[in-house]
């Protein structure tokens, strides 16, 4: 599935604008003014939450391509919309769910009346054991386990839980059969601990598929934060350049100096190679490809260091007004720190890739 | 899978030598030319079946002997030749840099004598930008070409001209207009190399190999015709095949041998459990290294891409720029794990792939200077692609 180039850049135009909108980046502390509902299906009307479904599934047919371009958008504003787990759960609902869960759940998941959360990560470093236990019983399973920092885990109708059975594998749960407990996160996003105390769901509630679905749900939610990630860094970059152009000292714009020109020069090395570990895990997203785990964990390391070092100088670039709580360097910052620590930090990245690689 | 890849693995299947599936070593490289060698016969025998589809030059038009392909085929075939390890058929500073130049400011004439010659290997040339006083700055060139009706009467010196002494012509920035401001009086010139007046010195680099020359021109006519442009707009001209030559070095990882992988090295270092590398802090640099590289070739790749769509632009100087630094970062972790085995000069004491990986690593220094430095290629990325001020 592909989609070209001409319909892919009118999608991030139209996104591009509504969320500027709706959803803008604002300074200040505290919990990000979350999207209401309201703004929320009206995104997902736009065929948002649809993206990477196949139209005879239901959905708009533009791929994870699609998906990312839009991701992308959002996190430009670094805004809290539940795009990034609808999306994918859509996706791997319409690819692998059962029958029950593809009449019941879909339509919701792509227009956005239900919302999902990605229950995948577990304990501080979002590392790669998984310590969440399903266990049959009487013709289901019961889930047992603890998730945590779960993306509107405490808003989200349904989640896509990874668990422990004899292999990985992904159910899906229903929001009020779980404990969710919100978390006051340093970027203010709406996070949730996620407990499963023995959680019943039908045998189909599993999803099914060839391979270990979680290696592929955890490589395509990587790729996705990415997205969001690079868009971050895009933004960010753009309002750190304004500010080069505009604020002058030593009767000079500072923008002018090249100890600041060539700094501003690194970060956009380091957005576009970012930028093209996302596109090329995306293409493999969408072609199903055997080394998409690779490529996940690629752009999502790429996407980390860029964002870390583009929001780092960020905050130092714009002098004293960046350490304060009307500007939004101290957001990107935050939501920047937060990111990189989702599904799993560089460090872990890295280590994970060595295993894949053979060393 | 569409027709066209499906043909394209078909005739790479009945096409590629077994031997050209395996990492190139640098003997090996096919550069073609008058004296073209090919220490491994099979290397010939690849490039005459390429040469036959046109794809030394995929998107060339057929007319000049390219392959016509379009820039979502030439994607296809060039993912197909990754996917079955091919070397590439033809290393060619004709096809990387001046080609595309040619296809855009050469006269129908320039273009059906220079570019054919090229698709096939026949005719190999080099670069003549640098001069003594002009490196970064390089529009101050003064090497000069005067009319003398019927033909430019050129002197002057370049240096740092790639392979000089083995092509056999180069493409030149001359001086036509002394008087004029330094862009505006620069002119682009074909030099047939055999031609009366022209000499040869290669430079001895500090990894002791010369891959670089001094070229020197002492009243050395040129035929009128071999202006490509307008005279006095070779500037225009120039920056756009630089545009192309930092998006080549890059592409061709500086000509670096890829066949050592560095993890390999790591674990011959640290000692291996399990099969991978016993030090854990040292398998994450190995791995946060080899990350890096990877992200830089998806870039590289990109900008082919862009460059194929008929755009040369805002990544080339980004790919320029992380290249050369993933080419270095390399080298020193290559030293580093060698420890002191990897610091010997030459001799039988030293194990021959050791002492090619300090050459490599001191070669590798050149980099971020050769092609535009890497401080001008921020420059070029502050100023035109970021818009800062002066």
């Not at chain 1, 319409?94 to 577990?122: M, N, T, V, W």
């Not at chain 1, 399903?134 to 509107?152: I, T």
């Not at chain 1, 203010?188 to 592929?216: K, T």
């Not at chain 1, 501003?264 to 490809?289: F, G, I, P």
Request: aromatic share 6%.
């Amino acid at each position: 599935m592909t989609v070209s180039a001409d319909d892919l850049q009118m999608l991030e135009d139209t996104a591009r604008l509504w969320v500027r909108e709706n959803a803008p980046a604002r300074a200040g502390l505290g919990r990000d003014p979350a999207l209401g509902p309201a703004q929320w299906r009206a995104a997902a009307e736009m065929g948002w939450a649809a993206a990477a479904v196949p139209e005879e599934a239901g959905g708009a047919g533009f791929g994870f391509a699609g998906l990312g371009a839009l991701l992308s958008e959002v996190g430009r504003e670094i805004a809290d919309m539940p795009l990034l787990a609808n999306g994918i759960a859509a996706a791997l609902v319409a690819r692998h769910g059962s029958d029950k869960a593809r009449a019941d759940l879909l339509p919701g998941l792509l227009d956005g009346r239900l919302r999902a959360a990605l229950a995948i990560g577990e304990g501080a470093h979002h590392g790669s054991a998984l310590a969440t236990i399903a266990r049959q019983q009487d013709g289901g399973w019961v889930l047992e386990g603890r998730k945590s920092w779960v993306a509107g885990g405490a808003q989200a109708d349904v989640l896509l839980v990874a668990a422990r059975g004899d292999r990985p594998m992904l159910f899906l749960a229903d929001g009020k059969a779980v404990k969710a407990e919100a978390i006051d996160s340093v970027d203010g996003r709406a996070f949730a601990h996620v407990l499963l105390d023995g959680v019943m769901v039908a045998e189909d509630a599993l999803l099914v598929g060839n391979g270990d679905l979680v290696a592929h749900a955890t490589g395509l939610a990587r790729i996705g934060l990415a997205a969001e990630m690079v868009g971050a860094g895009e933004r960010a970059l753009e309002i750190i350049v304004d500010y080069l152009k505009t604020r002058e000292q030593f009767g000079r714009k500072i923008g002018s100096f090249q100890a600041l020109q060539h700094r501003a020069a690194l970060m956009l090395v380091d957005l576009e190679l970012a930028r093209s570990c996302v596109q090329a895990a995306l293409a493999a997203a969408d072609e199903e490809r055997e080394d998409l785990e690779e490529l996940a964990i690629l752009a999502k390391y790429m996407a980390g260091e860029a964002i870390h070092l583009i929001s780092t100088e960020m905050v130092q670039m714009h002098g004293g007004i960046g350490m304060t709580a009307e500007h939004v360097a101290g957001n990107y910052i935050k939501w920047a720190r937060v990111s990189e620590a989702l599904l799993g930090g560089n460090a872990l990245l890295a280590e994970r890739y060595a295993t894949i690689r053979g060393y | 899978m569409s027709d066209f890849r499906a043909e394209v693995r078909e005739w790479i299947a009945a096409n590629l030598p077994d031997s050209i599936r395996t990492p190139m070593p640098e003997e090996e490289i096919p550069w073609g030319g008058r004296n073209a060698s090919f220490p491994n016969p099979q290397s010939r025998q690849w490039l005459e079946a390429v040469i036959a589809k046109g794809w030394t030059a995929p998107t060339w038009p057929a007319a000049y002997g390219g392959g016509g392909l379009d820039a979502a085929q030439a994607m296809i075939l060039q993912e197909e030749l990754e996917r079955a390890n091919a070397r590439p058929a033809l290393f060619s500073f004709g096809l990387w840099m001046l080609g595309p130049v040619l296809l855009e400011y050469g006269t129908e004439e320039q273009k059906q004598r220079f570019l054919p010659p090229i698709v096939r290997g026949e005719i190999r040339w080099c670069q003549g930008y640098s001069e003594p006083g002009a490196g970064s700055d390089l529009a101050s060139l003064r090497t000069r070409a005067e009319d003398k009706g019927d033909h430019w009467l050129v002197n002057g010196q370049k240096v740092w001209t790639t392979y000089a002494d083995k092509a056999d012509w180069i493409f030149a920035l001359v001086r036509t207009d002394p008087a004029a401001p330094k862009h505006q009086g620069i002119s682009f010139l074909l030099i047939d190399l055999r031609t009366p007046g022209v000499s040869v010195r290669p430079i001895e680099l500090i990894s002791g190999s010369s891959p670089f020359c001094e070229t020197f021109f002492d009243d050395v006519k040129v035929p009128k015709e071999n202006m490509v442009g307008p005279l006095n707009g070779g500037w225009t001209i120039a920056k756009k095949l630089l545009q192309y030559e930092r998006q080549n070095v890059s592409a061709v990882g500086f000509g670096g041998d890829r066949s050592v992988r560095i993890e390999d090295l790591a674990k011959q270092a640290a000692g291996e459990v399990d099969g991978r590398i016993a030090d854990g802090a040292l398998r994450n640099r190995i791995a946060r290294h080899n990350l890096y590289d990877r992200a830089v070739d998806l870039t590289t790749r990109r900008s082919q891409i862009d460059t194929d769509s008929g755009s040369v632009g805002a990544l080339t100087s980004v790919v320029k720029y992380a290249s050369a630094k993933a080419n270095q970062a390399r080298g020193e972790l290559a030293v580093e794990l060698l420890g002191l085995d990897g610091l010997g000069w030459s001799g039988g004491n030293f194990d021959p792939r050791d002492l090619a990986e300090t050459r490599k690593w001191l070669r590798s220094k050149g980099n971020s200077i050769e092609g535009g430095t890497s401080e001008i290629n921020l420059n070029v990325i502050s100023k035109r692609v970021l818009g800062l001020p002066d």
